[in-house]
């Protein structure tokens, strides 16, 4: 057992990650650049088998889609933390590329289920829009549900 496991911090399984996933619909995206990783966050869908898909509107100069189109590889954290004892968090890793516009509508749910601001959905009509996709080839998920051994709330 390691200190965190003492503490009632628990690795998540494969399962319960692909869960987590389809349950959340906003999380932080890490592009690669020259220097420090470019974060952003981001609205997602998942189609629970280890692909999350992102759907960009952006207009002709959007560093965050020349990031992309750069990209081998990038990295996307989904957390979901409502007390100090109660939380989860995972962290996926693999290739992210553009879908072309032709397979979009085999993604009708993955498409659909991202969280979205209002004001975003009202640019639709004002950007360039893209579908990118992410294929999980590493995650990494922990979560703890309860108060760590020991511990008493005065």
């Not at 990295?75 to 553009?98: C, K, N, T």
């Not at 990494?140 to 051994?149: R, T, Y």
Request: charged letters at 25%.
């Amino acid at each position: 057992m390691t200190d965190l496991e003492s503490l009632g911090v628990r690795p998540m399984d494969d399962e319960s990650i692909r869960a987590f996933l389809r349950s959340r619909g906003v999380g932080v995206l890490g592009l690669p650049t020259d220097g420090p990783p470019y974060l952003l966050p981001m609205s997602f869908g998942s189609d629970g088998e280890g692909t999350l898909y992102f759907t960009y509107v952006a207009g002709d100069h959007s560093e965050k889609r020349a990031l992309t189109e750069r990209a081998t590889a990038a990295s996307f954290l989904v957390f979901d933390a409502p007390s100090p004892f109660s939380w989860r968090s995972v962290v996926v890793r693999g290739p992210i590329e553009r879908v072309p516009e032709d397979e979009w509508d085999s993604l009708g749910d993955e498409l659909s289920d991202g969280w979205r601001p209002a004001a975003f959905e009202a640019a639709v009509t004002e950007g360039e829009i893209s579908v990118y996709r992410l294929d999980i080839e590493r995650q990494d998920g922990f979560e703890q549900s309860s108060l760590p051994p020991g511990y008493a709330h005065e």
